[in-house]
């Protein structure tokens, strides 16, 4: 492989400044980078403050590529590393890795794909950056590691793509570091299970619309590509092919959170963030500007390092991208599930038809995709992102999906207690309009409020009302917002909902309350939230807006249809918006939904 005095001039110059800039406010504490807050696991909770395994191996990495770490601190990083591991090959779990050092057990079985992503990677493409009194530790550790991987990849959870996509990576690559043969063979069988998986069904629970987890996804993807031996050439032209239709969904989307979007962080509705994705998708060319608008978003980090080294032609030689507007992309992403997305010049609108996009995926005690999700959004360029979310009071407090922040892992579901209703979102999209239905069905948990509700934090416009329409009035663009028909706690059948307005700040919040009350047990067969949205873009005069919506016609019928048993609140629904210009239609059959 290649060495690091053969990289561009220009290249090594952007790397070594990069490490300079995410590496000079590291806290270092007995050979392991030590955060000041609790770790994220439910073990390092507990801590005030814990010693991470992950940053230290990019800052080792990256460090020993770079020249800039003397072989007696590497070693005290390395030894410290390894400490992190389960070295005793009779523990089922050998091989696997602690994410913090204050842990007694894993607690997150994806610590050992990113602390060995870093030095997998170095070793590989790089393979004299560690100095020879530290080989054997690292042999030590990646034999170890093998067998870790080869065992996840063995019956492998193919819905969970940046973790089973990083394992594999680590499988293929190690085993060409250590020349093991039946290992090799083993990661290739998995990927080409994998690719088929892809291609057949899709992406599993959706990460291929997740700005966080598409870097972990793309460099995991990478990574294999390069390990690869020429006679699997075949192999790798497919996962070739499936990162350039990433890239092309992020060239497609363009700098900035994604609309909409799963296993996002970005409670705070942020339209714009820094991610070297726009750097790879040549859609931004300057890194260590993209790294210096991150002092905020905080997006970046040392595992950034490992991106530009695994893409370094991607943005070495950088090609400008031409993004048009209005333009429509619909995203496959599992099964029968996708996602919709419209770019107009002042912002976006975009929908996933059914989530969860996999069963058994939405809620659980200590994990769930409904908290981390954002299934129906909008974005105002320069502004905003506006956000659907329900919103459970119950014990004195409140449960969001999305949710209010990242804190909310250790306890995620929507409700305090362990058992769930069936929690669905359903949307219909044609361009700039859109229709929602969501519905929580078999629902007995406690609360004292039951709503859905549109976010908007800092918002700096109007706020309009045209009789069933409320409108946020921006500078550049205007949204318009309509509840339907809905089914609240104390109806049986869909009847006209209306929104209560609510301001806390800078923030707005348009909300359809399904219950409020005593706090006590809610026993429904069904409950129904339904919205109409109007993206109108550049359209800014009160007038003009006003006189858009009214050439805009709503249908919202309801009915048995004769062939199975139903009550009022299983009849087939049909919802229908048109205008002069377009026209969007949904139909919503309980019997026929997705089961979360």
């Not at 230290?56 to 020249?67: C, H, I, K, N, P």
């Not at 291929?208 to 598409?214: A, C, E, G, T």
């Not at 992020?250 to 963030?273: C, M, T």
Request: glycine share 6%; with cysteine; proline share 4%.
């Amino acid at each position: 492989m290649k060495g690091f005095d053969t990289m561009d001039a220009n290249q090594k110059s952007v790397i070594s400044n990069v490490y300079d800039e995410l590496a000079r406010n590291l806290n270092w504490s007995d050979g392991l980078v030590r955060i000041s807050h609790p770790g994220h696991t439910r073990e390092a909770s507990q801590h005030a403050e814990c010693h991470e395994g992950r940053t230290s191996a990019d800052y080792y990495a990256v460090g020993s590529l770079l020249g800039r770490i003397d072989e007696l601190q590497g070693m005290k990083i390395l030894t410290e590393l390894s400490k992190l591991q389960i070295s005793d090959p009779q523990h089922p779990q050998y091989g696997g890795m602690r994410w913090y050092k204050e842990e007694t057990v894993i607690n997150d079985t994806n610590a050992a794909f990113f602390i060995l992503m870093p030095l997998t990677t170095i070793r590989f493409l790089y393979p004299g950056s560690f100095p020879a009194s530290q080989i054997g530790m690292l042999d030590t550790m990646m034999d170890a590691g093998l067998e870790w991987f080869a065992h996840e990849c063995t019956d492998p959870i193919l819905y969970y793509p940046n973790k089973i996509i990083s394992d594999g990576a680590l499988l293929l690559t190690l085993s060409r570091i250590r020349s093991h043969e039946i290992y090799y063979s083993k990661a290739v069988d998995f990927f080409e299970k994998w690719e088929a998986y892809t291609i057949c069904r899709g992406w599993g629970w959706g990460e291929n619309i997740s700005m966080h987890y598409l870097p972990i996804i793309l460099n995991a993807l990478s990574l294999a590509c390069k390990a690869l031996k020429p006679a699997e050439a075949e192999l790798k032209c497919k996962l070739q092919k499936q990162m350039d239709a990433l890239l092309d969904y992020i060239r497609f989307q363009g700098p900035g959170e994604l609309v909409p979007s799963i296993r996002s962080y970005n409670f705070d509705g942020k339209a714009e963030k820094s991610s070297f994705l726009w750097i790879i998708a040549g859609l931004r060319h300057n890194v260590m500007d993209e790294i210096k608008q991150d002092s905020i978003v905080n997006n970046w980090s040392l595992t950034a390092m490992i991106s530009l080294l695994l893409f370094e032609e991607s943005w070495n030689e950088p090609q400008t991208v031409q993004l048009e507007t209005p333009r429509v992309r619909k995203e496959h992403i599992f099964d029968q599930s996708y996602s919709y997305t419209w770019v107009g010049q002042a912002g976006r609108l975009g929908s996933i038809n059914q989530f969860p996009v996999i069963p058994g995926s939405y809620q659980w005690p200590t994990w769930g995709l409904g908290w981390q999700s954002f299934p129906v959004s909008f974005r105002i360029e320069g502004a905003q992102l506006g956000y659907l979310r329900w919103s459970v009071k119950e014990n004195g407090g409140q449960r969001t999906h999305p949710a209010r922040n990242k804190e909310t892992y250790l306890s995620p579901a929507l409700f305090g207690e362990e058992w769930y209703p069936d929690v669905q979102t359903q949307c219909a999209q044609a361009e700039h309009m859109l229709l929602v239905c969501r519905s929580m069905a078999g629902i007995n948990n406690q609360a004292a409020e039951l709503a859905d509700e549109w976010v908007i934090h800092r918002f700096e416009g109007k706020i309009l009302r045209m009789e069933d329409w409320v409108i946020l009035q921006y500078k550049q663009a205007a949204v318009a917002i309509r509840a339907l028909n809905g089914i609240s706690y104390s109806q049986q059948e869909r009847a006209a909902q209306g929104i209560h307005l609510k301001q806390v700040g800078e923030s707005v919040y348009l909300r359809q309350v399904l219950y409020s009350g005593d706090e006590t047990t809610l026993q429904h067969p069904r409950l129904e939230a339904a919205w109409a949205v109007l993206f109108l873009d550049n359209i800014t005069d009160k007038a003009e807006i006003l006189q858009r919506l009214e050439k805009v016609a709503i249908a919202d019928i309801s009915r048995p249809d004769g062939e199975v048993p139903r009550i009022s609140y299983h009849e087939i629904r049909q919802l229908e918006m048109a205008d002069d210009s377009c026209k969007v239609a949904l139909t919503i059959d309980p019997f026929s939904m997705n089961k979360a």
